[in-house]
């Protein structure tokens, strides 16, 4: 409301997202694993990543596990300098929207290549990779 008193706290706010992953489990296993997969709707063959138990489409809850791919074309990037909390300790990085061949549209970190270097329409390939911790991710790389 208007002329309302408002507090502003400078205490830090600390949230903690838990993700359920127990219908896409196999997504995290198979990445460990080194593959790359994501889910079909079995119903209207709708192809989603991140992966996703109910079809956004048809919202039918029967789907099966298919290849992601792992070819892709660079979209756009951005270099991010200022990191966000979660990786504070990292150095600026940059982030692509890269398009895979079966048409989806993937966001992921483009690792070891100059930004100088990085193009729009160039080759990369989203590769499997795991954090110091064990934590499987995926990244592209130039291809
Ligand atoms: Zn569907």
């Known amino acids: 409301m208007p002329g309302e008193e408002v507090l502003h706290s400078r205490r830090t706010l600390s ?78 990085y940059i982030i692509a929207i890269g398009k895979l061949a079966n048409g989806l549209n993937v966001l992921a970190w483009l690792e070891g290549i100059a930004l100088e270097a990085v193009k729009p329409g160039m080759a990369m390939r989203l590769e499997p990779r795991s954090s110091k911790e064990g934590n499987p991710y995926y990244v592209f790389v130039a291809a």
Do not use: M
Request: glycine residues 6%; aromatic residues 10%.
């Open 15 to 92: 949230l903690r997202f838990d993700i359920p992953i127990s219908r896409t489990h196999e997504f995290w296993d198979a990445l460990k694993a080194g593959r790359l997969v994501t889910t079909k709707c079995t119903k209207c063959g709708n192809v989603t990543f991140p992966p996703q138990a109910d079809c956004p489409k048809c919202s039918s809850g029967e789907f099966e596990w298919v290849d992601l791919g792992t070819e892709a074309k660079l979209l756009t990037y951005t270099q991010v300098l200022i990191t966000p909390a979660s990786f504070a300790d990292s150095d600026p």
